[in-house]
């Protein structure tokens, strides 16, 4: 039965490790806002140049 038991837990740790991963995709997020942002602000720049060219 002792047997039994570890492999058990063994399927619950995996779980576990998976919820992690979404809370630092969370902080994540906010660090993508920003930088879309920014990449947004450079796409017009870079289309002017080229416009005027």
Known sequence: HF???Q???QQPAPAGQIRPPPQ?????A???LPS???SQQ???QHTFPSGQQ
């Open 42 to 44: 450079l796409s017009p």
């Open 7 to 9: 492999p058990s837990p």
């Open 3 to 5: 047997l039994a038991q």
């Open 24 to 28: 630092q995709f969370e902080p994540a």
């Open 30 to 32: 906010p660090q993508t």
């Open 36 to 38: 879309q942002q920014t």
